[in-house]
Nanobody, 122 residues
């Protein structure tokens, strides 16, 4: 069992930056691959980024070169640094955890946070 709490979402203008945080508790954080997903109104939940237990990272095509995922195992926290934000990045961003190796499909993750709203104004 693990509990995830996202924070950091807010209103930002096009071209701006935000850093989202996801604090985990309840399990050994280093045993989990972590991911970020997002969901805009009327759309499917979309893969954003994942980071493996060893620190390797993978990104969805729409955010490559703009977003960076990282983790701090000592603080049980995963981050998503978002730069050069676009209106199409507007969505609820969810943190997710999977015991073991990383995956890009939302059905492959075991635990989810409640999400944090990111709104990018044009």
């Amino acid at each position: 069992q693990v509990q995830l709490v996202e924070s950091g979402g807010e209103l930002v203008q096009t071209g701006g930056s935000l850093r989202l945080s996801c604090a985990a508790s309840g399990r050994t954080f280093s045993s989990y691959a972590m991911g970020w997903f997002r969901q805009a109104p009327g759309k499917e939940r979309e893969f954003v980024a994942t980071i493996t237990r060893s620190g390797s990272t993978y990104y969805g095509n729409s955010v490559k070169g703009r977003f960076t995922i990282s983790r701090d195992n000592a603080e049980n926290t995963v981050y998503l640094q978002m730069n050069s934000l676009k209106p199409e990045d507007t969505a609820v961003y969810y943190c997710a955890a999977r015991y073991g190796s990383s995956r890009s499909g939302p059905n492959d993750y075991d635990y989810w946070g409640q999400g944090t709203q990111v709104t990018v104004s044009s």
